[in-house]
């Protein structure tokens, strides 16, 4: 039988406790023992469980991006080979609170790496796994001809052919240009949006999935660019996708009403934007993952940027105030909660991949922010995003710091799902409860920034 998070007894109001009417007026929801109440600003983060790599050994491969089946039950995470020559673990999360890894798949050969993962929201027991060639070069210059295997593959592990244990590769698609770093689904048609990394022409791909034995590439669009990231909006109609390099850079909106013939609507250049300066201001360089809220006429971007002064998330305005689909609005940004000026081997305090969370009227954030591990932010107001505790994913090996990727949210059973590159993957409860610790910190336990700050010198 499947469990729950321990906070089932705990009433959720959810998505239905926010007042939207309210909200698009750009305050936050009224104060009330069910959101907003007290001096803590609303935002809890606590571990459930943890599968830590086999052998505790955080060298067997480098973890990347976590995803989850739509039920809840199987947790899927790619990787970069490393010893354990691995790029796609499937885990059990039957029991939240011990996740267990039920196979580990290869790469089809030692010159492929896998950056992304996706669970068929169509078809159980199927997840898709991208393919690139594992020494991409720079981004302004990528790898485009290798003897590796570029595109995705598709992993059958309960839905015809094969099992969890022994899962099947029933079909693989090549793409043109230097492999798939993301890819997304339609929830609601056939279709797969993969990124094939080409800085100076059309970078995204439009798959018809409707036979997942045989999918096949229908569409190329976009501007110029690298397109690093895009998510499909259902209420929108419409394709959210985060340009990162290349001759374009910035926020592209477009209409996929004709999934499979999409129309670009608008695009915001961060050419036109300042660069990043100071730590805590916004600046707007290398755009890198774009998260549309379901319930608001808003948009998150994340922005990985590693030089002196990282990258944070910025608040767009798509129709809650005066933006729109055809020109997005940035309204507010923040950094991680220990954001601070870098150097060489100091650490990445830069953002990574977030997912928003509806919880007793409150809007959560929780981004899987590398040194700063897993970490939650209040955006209720979101001219007003505060960070709230942070928890470092660096448990169960000796000598090794937070360097957590993804953080993905799982509705059906309300737990969030993170993948730390070097320490596995990790299950968490977030809730709209009040914010606990100084700083950000949580409780006793959740963050020592000393004893990470040492582990770097």
Known sequence: MVDTPRRTFV???????????????????????????????????????????????????????????????????????????????????????????????????????????????????????????????????????T????????????????????????????????????????????????????????????????????????????????????EVDTVRDALHAAYIFGDNVGYAT?????????????FFDYDDQPDYETVGEPGFELAHQIHPEPKRDLAIMGDEVFDTIPGGKHVFDIGWGEGSLEDPKPIAFMGSPDAREQEEGQGVWTTHFHDVIYDRGEVLLVDGGYTQGTWVANITDPCDPTPTERYATDDGIDDVEPYCWSAY????????????????????????????????GGPDGHFDLDAILDDEA
């Open 11 to 145: 009433r959720r109001l959810g998505a239905a406790g926010i007042a939207t009417t309210g909200l698009a007026q750009g305050v936050a929801a009224e104060d009330s023992e069910t959101n907003r109440s007290g001096d803590r600003t609303r935002g809890r983060l606590d571990k459930l469980g943890q599968a830590l790599p086999p052998g505790a050994n955080p060298d067997h491969v480098t973890y990347t991006f976590g995803h989850v089946s739509p039920d809840g039950t199987w947790g899927a995470v790619s990787s970069f080979p490393e010893d354990g020559n691995v790029i796609s673990s499937l885990y059990d999360l039957s029991d939240l609170e011990d996740p267990e890894l039920v196979h580990e798949l290869g790469p089809p050969n030692d010159m492929t790496r896998s950056n992304d993962i996706k669970f068929d929201p169509h078809r159980e027991g199927i997840y898709i796994r991208s393919l690139e060639a594992d020494d991409e070069g720079p981004l302004d210059d990528p790898v485009a001809d």
């Open 147 to 230: 003897e590796g295997l570029e595109g995705i593959e598709v992993v059958d592990f309960s839905c015809e052919e094969g099992t969890p244990t022994d899962p099947e590769v029933v079909a693989t698609l090549e793409t043109p240009y230097t492999g798939v770093h993301k890819l997304t689904d339609h929830p609601e048609e056939t279709v797969l949006y993969l990124v094939d990394k080409r800085p100076d022409g059309p970078g995204i791909i439009g798959v018809d999935f409707s036979d997942h034995r045989n999918p096949t590439v229908e569409a190329q669009f976009g501007p110029d660019g690298y397109c690093h990231d895009m």
């Open 254 to 266: 477009f209409d996929i009403s004709d999934p499979l013939n999409p129309t670009q609507l608008g």
């Open 409 to 440: 949210y799982n509705e059906a059973r309300e737990f969030a799902f993170a993948a730390d590159s070097g320490t596995g993957a990790y299950t968490f409860e977030v809730s709209a409860l009040p914010a606990r610790g100084e700083d950000c």
